[in-house]
């Protein structure tokens, strides 16, 4: 948006997002708990693959099976780190650590992926000598059936295993749950190149299990994209920052919210920082008041704690303030690197304004800076011009 007047935005899908928030699991404890039961399922199943598909594979000659029996015991390596992580993650915070140690979910997360990545480059060399040294495999119909089951065991793994994270908000057993399914399918993929053997003789063994090493490869370098995100911090979810803003704009008083930041200290350990455009009446106590009504209505709904907040003053003393205003957004939003101007505030008297302009990436805050300050000194002969240049840091000014 490019006008800062007050305004309610619709917010999509808060009626199933209430309802999500009606099964979520309340407690860190309890979700503690639940990932590491559904960490102990994922691992006695994928232990209980491994041990068949491995027999299978060695009985028949099988890369692309005894491959596949690899990749279930990465994923139940996984699931160990998984409950390692969410039990390192749920310590209570220290002198050392204030915020807690929730971040160690994705480092746990990262080395997650480091195993999947390694389990795909070395399962990509096997396949590659075993398609310039072929070996005819040997398929038993006990073979065949047990592979058949551990597909229909991945289907519903996968599926079990996603909604816990969802319901949890474990982005390792969301994770865990797609790769699940993700195996289902290359499984069904081996079967059918072993199915395509008994019939024809032609041995498709090399090129499955080649095909199934880049896929875990690939899948492996999602996930260190994604956790790396996750710790480098990204920018907020655009659903949440405008039920956030809805949250806040609640205070009729409020004329404006801007310049939020959210910054994740791991899963349920959500820190926010807001600035809200406020009239220049309102006492210190009456902010005081407002402020603590929006941390806990904020928190109440969105579980984000929201530590800090700002104050900018709206000028309601001096007309000639709200056209100077008027004025300089039109000058500043002429540029298409300009997002937003915020937190203006004039005093004609001592020929001073100040405000925030936000910046687009493409555009060096510096010279945008340089730019704006020499088109309102022209436009304001004598004034001092105060800009703070600010990031795009989230859809609050979008």
């Known amino acids: 948006m490019r006008e800062n007047e007050r305004q309610e935005l619709p917010i ?27 960490s102990v399922i994922g691992i006695i199943a994928n232990l209980f693959l491994v041990v068949f598909k491995g027999a299978v594979g060695l009985a028949s000659n099988s890369i692309a099976i005894l491959l596949d029996a690899v990749n279930n015991l990465t994923d139940a390596l996984s699931s ?29 997360a990262l080395l997650v992926a480091a195993l999947v990545l390694y389990a795909g480059l070395s399962s990509l060399v096997e396949s590659v000598k075993k398609m310039l040294h072929p070996e005819t495999p040997q398929y038993s119909a006990v073979g065949l059936v047990i592979i058949a089951v551990a597909v229909l065991v991945k289907i519903l793994m996968g599926q079990y295993v996603k909604h816990r994270g969802k319901l949890l908000n474990s982005d390792a057993l969301v994770a865990s749950g797609s790769d ?23 041995s498709l063994e090399a090129y499955v299990g080649t095909l199934i090493s880049v896929m875990i490869v690939r899948a492996g370098y999602g996930m260190v994209c994604d956790t790396l995100d996750e710790i480098l911090g990204k920018r907020p979810d655009t659903e949440l920052v405008r039920k956030i803003r ?51 209505r904020v928190k109440e709904a969105t579980g984000i704690r929201i530590s800090t907040i700002g104050v900018y003053a709206h000028n309601t003393k001096d007309p000639a303030a709200a056209e100077m205003r008027h004025t300089i957004e039109h000058i500043a939003l002429s540029h298409a690197w300009i997002l937003q101007i915020h937190g203006f505030y004039a005093e ?13 990436f493409t555009k060096s805050r510096a010279d945008a800076v340089d730019v704006l300050r020499q088109e309102i000194e022209a436009a304001y002969p004598g004034y001092r011009v105060d800009i703070t240049p600010d990031s795009d840091v989230s859809d609050l000014s979008s």
Do not use: C
């Not at 209570?92 to 204030?98: N, T, Y």
């Not at 807001?274 to 006492?283: Q, S, Y």
């Not at 004609?348 to 687009?360: E, G, H, L, S």
């Open 348 to 360: 004609p008297a001592k020929k001073y304004m100040r405000f925030d302009a936000v910046v687009d």
């Open 180 to 202: 699940a399914s993700f195996d289902a399918l290359l499984s069904a993929s081996v079967l059918a190149s072993a199915l395509i053997f008994l019939r024809t003789e032609i």
């Open 12 to 38: 999509a899908g808060d009626k199933g997002q209430a309802a999500a928030q009606k099964e979520t699991v309340k407690t860190p404890e309890a979700r503690n708990q639940g990932i590491v039961r559904t």
């Open 80 to 108: 160990v780190i998984t409950i390692v992580g969410a039990r390192a993650a749920a310590k209570e915070p220290d002198r050392e650590h204030p915020l807690g140690h929730g971040r160690i979910e994705y480092l746990s």
């Open 246 to 296: 809805a949250l806040i704009m609640e205070e009729q008083v409020v004329i404006g919210a801007y310049d939020l930041f959210i910054t994740d200290y791991g899963p349920e350990r959500r820190y926010g920082v807001v600035h809200l455009e406020l009239p220049d009446t309102m006492t210190v106590e009456e902010v005081d008041a407002l402020t603590r009504r929006i941390q806990k």
